[in-house]
């Protein structure tokens, strides 16, 4: 099934000059970048996207993080590329995530208040409607 997914390069992707490396690996793969856009999100698009931790004890620090520097913005198209990113990506912490993935590979074990993983990718087809909406309204469905 041919999908969309919302992907998110985070700041720490960018402060360490990992783009292209992750691009990479997503062109690799086969899945078509439809959309890139490098940019320093606000809070408003920022609490949008993380509705579902609104409350959360890391939802402060996670703003910050994520608002502290540019981010690049991605839609990635694919035959059940949903699923494949999550695979591509790893496990959420990086200590966690296997070698051969993003985070597995190039993601850092510090012991932070907000888990700094390089990466999001939508995790369902709904939360990537959703989250295509949020950051690119022009190519929403
Ligand atoms: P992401 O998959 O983008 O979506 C939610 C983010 O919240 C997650 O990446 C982490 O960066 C962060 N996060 C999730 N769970 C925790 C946690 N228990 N402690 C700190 N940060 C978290």
């Not at 809070?43 to 609104?54: G, K, N």
Request: negative net charge; hydrophobic residues 40%.
């Amino acid at each position: 099934t041919q999908e969309r997914t919302l992907i998110l390069l985070k700041p720490d992707a960018v402060k360490r000059q990992l783009r292209g490396e992750i691009i990479r690996r997503i062109e690799q793969k086969g899945y078509t970048i439809l959309a890139l856009d490098q940019r320093t999100a606000s809070h408003e698009e920022l609490t949008a996207h993380y509705a579902e931790h609104e409350g959360k004890p890391f939802f402060p620090p996670m703003l910050e993080f994520m608002s502290s520097g540019p981010l690049v913005a991605l839609v990635v198209a694919g035959d059940e590329c949903i699923a494949g990113m999550r695979s591509l990506m790893g496990a959420t912490q990086p200590t966690q995530a296997a070698p051969g993935t993003i985070r597995g590979d190039l993601g850092r074990a510090w012991d932070k208040p907000v888990i700094e993983n390089l990466i999001h990718g939508s995790d369902s087809p709904e939360s990537a409607a959703r989250e295509i909406g949020i950051w690119f309204p022009s190519l929403a469905a």
